[in-house]
């Protein structure tokens, strides 16, 4: 029995090499460089992934893995809109035209007028200035003040160098809690600590943050995006900034979302 298999494997492997002897020299050679080639391409397929497949799916699918740290250049200005513009690259907003859904000063400092103003709006961008300094962070998922949390990978914090430019901090877990409570009447919440804007009735200016758990520190090895370190402070300035959708048009995490972490 063993013979007999062995016998089999010989005349399968010999077959090829038989066949390719009775070849003219130009085919053969023709035939093993379009066998290499085909090899080549495998291999560079799945070692080195298809970068045409991979830049299509960044396009259709931009959030489906950490945000970038890279910045676009976008127009002068001053309003929320444009100051956040070149932090939005490989996110869902990223062509999409902007506008101010929360201004706290016109809109109320408290958390179910917040509510009122962001819910269903879908991918949103926090902005908060702290003496003279913006800071905020990106919300994939927005608000739908359906309890619990909304996480996702492709969220992130930013805060602006002493200067000028930006500085982003991607999600330190899997997930990220880029709203970490989604509650009727509870503020902003980035991660459990990492910004906090609680919008309460005692202090509906009061700003927290504590870097490291659910969001990165950063490359100056932050422990807060707060100017002093181990200390809360009042917000001057607040704005919540989301995309414009035409009437009809699908608005994506408007309502209740999977906790998977993706867009």
């Not at 009061?206 to 490359?219: A, D, I, Q, V």
Request: hydrophobic share 35%; aromatic share 12%.
């Amino acid at each position: 029995m063993l013979s007999r298999f062995c016998l089999h494997a010989t005349l399968v492997l010999a077959l090829p090499l038989a066949v390719s002897s009775f070849m003219p020299s130009n085919l053969h050679s023709i035939t093993l460089h379009a066998q290499t080639n085909s090899i080549r391409q495998q291999t560079k397929h799945y070692f080195f992934g298809n970068k045409k497949a991979e830049e299509e799916e960044d396009k259709s699918y931009p959030e489906s893995k950490p945000a970038t740290y890279d910045l676009r250049p976008g127009p002068f200005g001053f309003g929320p809109e444009t100051i956040v513009y070149p932090l939005l690259k490989q996110t869902q907003l990223q062509d999409r035209k902007l506008k101010v859904i929360y201004n706290a000063k016109k809109d109320g400092w408290n958390a179910r007028n917040f509510h009122q103003k962001v819910d269903g709006k879908g991918a949103s961008v926090v902005l908060a200035k702290v003496r003279g300094k913006w800071i905020g962070g990106y919300n994939p998922r927005g608000w739908a003040s359906l309890g619990g949390g909304r996480s996702s990978v492709a969220s992130f914090l930013f805060y602006q160098k002493l200067f000028g430019g930006w500085q982003k901090l991607r999600v330190q877990r899997t997930g990220g809690m880029a709203c970490g409570k989604d509650e009727f009447d509870a503020g902003i919440y980035f991660g459990a600590d990492a910004l906090v804007i609680p919008l309460d009735r005692e202090r509906p200016r009061l700003m927290k943050s504590r870097l490291g758990y659910f969001f990165e520190c950063g490359p100056e090895d932050k422990s807060t995006l707060l100017p002093v370190k181990g200390a809360d402070t009042n917000i001057d300035e607040l704005y919540v900034v989301a995309g414009v959708y035409a009437k009809g048009e699908d608005i994506p995490n408007s309502g209740g979302v999977s906790e998977l972490g993706f867009y």
